[in-house]
């Protein structure tokens, strides 16, 4: 994965998979404390304690259609790399939670990437799925959630060209405003 | 400085999309339209699915082609990734696989709106994802 948007746009589509219905998606940066931490939590169906040990291995997949699974891997790759950590919790029945914590100024360490976009496909592509996203920054925190969206949109689709546009620019915006690093 | 889009301007907007909504709905049921799956897993999302996506969302908003673009699984061709799967109304559907920006352009051109099929077709005997 060439930039940390990629490997939230990638650990997200287990969600989706899960059947999850709301998907938070939490950046943090600390540059203080030289961290900076990913979160992404579901309530989808969850694994049980035999299924989550195998998950992070890479020859361990659900899928039928190949028999690698790389997504969790690479990210836990990719944090650790950076002198961070990597965890994921999860329960059946309730969901699962995967937190990625990245040495933030290391010189390993993926830049964002472009998150609007990745934040576009998501939002833009499912009618059930909804989305909490947060980004927290020492300048300030944006937090967006598609539930209040389509409370305005009423019967308007999300997916709708004018309305993603306009999400694109507010999303812009918004993480232009609280100076989100690279 | 531009004031920072909020929620009230969407209301604004909200109101002005729906009213060109009505005008065309008739004719519009997900059945009848040209439907794009691009693959976005670990796999496609390396390969630059994303930028696929994107690229086809906008460029087909651009030339006005109503079109649904959605995302699905790996379809096991990982080697070929880009995929996207391009359905027709009433015809088969068609994998297409390393879809660059370039070639999803020749797509749209090509197959989308002259019904020309290009390079680049992943032939097998197919089912859909869904039937995996």
Request: charged share 25%.
């Given at each position: 994965m060439k930039d940390l948007s990629l490997h939230i746009l990638d650990i997200v589509q287990n969600s989706i998979r899960a059947k999850a219905t709301l998907i938070g998606i939490e950046i943090d940066e600390y540059p203080n404390e030289n961290q900076l931490i990913i979160t992404i939590s579901?309530?989808?169906?969850?694994?049980?304690?035999?299924?989550?040990?195998?998950?992070?291995?890479?020859?361990?997949?659900?899928?039928?259609?190949?028999?690698?699974g790389l997504g969790l891997s690479l990210f836990k790759q990719n944090a650790e790399m950076t002198d961070g950590s990597f965890s994921i919790e999860s329960e059946l029945g309730k969901g699962t939670k995967v937190t990625a914590i990245f040495g933030m100024s290391h010189l390993d360490r993926p830049i964002?990437?472009?998150?609007?976009?990745?934040?576009?496909?998501?939002?833009?592509?499912?009618d059930e799925i909804n989305y909490v996203f947060k980004h927290k920054t020492p300048s300030g925190e944006f937090e967006i959630d598609t539930r209040e969206i389509r409370q305005t949109l009423e019967n308007v689709p999300i997916s709708n060209p004018d309305v993603r546009l306009f999400l694109k620019e507010m999303l812009q915006e918004n993480l232009e405003q609280i100076q989100i690093s690279e | 400085m531009n004031k920072i889009k909020s929620l009230a301007d969407l209301k604004k907007l909200q109101s002005?999309?729906?009213?060109?909504?009505k005008l065309r709905e008739k004719g519009d049921s997900p059945e009848q339209l040209v439907q794009i799956k691009v693959s976005m897993a670990t796999c496609g999302i390396a390969s630059g699915a994303k930028e696929t996506m994107n690229f086809l969302i906008e460029e087909l908003d651009h030339q006005g082609i109503d079109v649904i673009v959605t995302q699905t699984g790996c379809m096991g061709y990982c080697y070929a990734e880009p995929t996207i799967e391009l359905t027709i109304p009433g015809k088969a559907p068609v994998v297409y696989g390393f879809v660059n920006k370039n070639k999803a352009q020749e797509i749209i051109d090509k197959h989308i709106k002259l019904n020309e099929m290009v390079d680049g077709i992943i032939p097998v005997a197919y089912s859909t994802i869904d039937n995996k």
């Open positions: 579901d309530d989808g169906t969850g694994m049980d304690p035999e299924q989550l040990k195998r998950a992070i291995e890479p020859f361990y997949t659900s899928r039928t259609t190949r028999k690698v964002m990437g472009d998150m609007v976009g990745t934040l576009l496909i998501l939002i833009c592509s499912s | 002005e999309v729906q009213s060109k909504i």
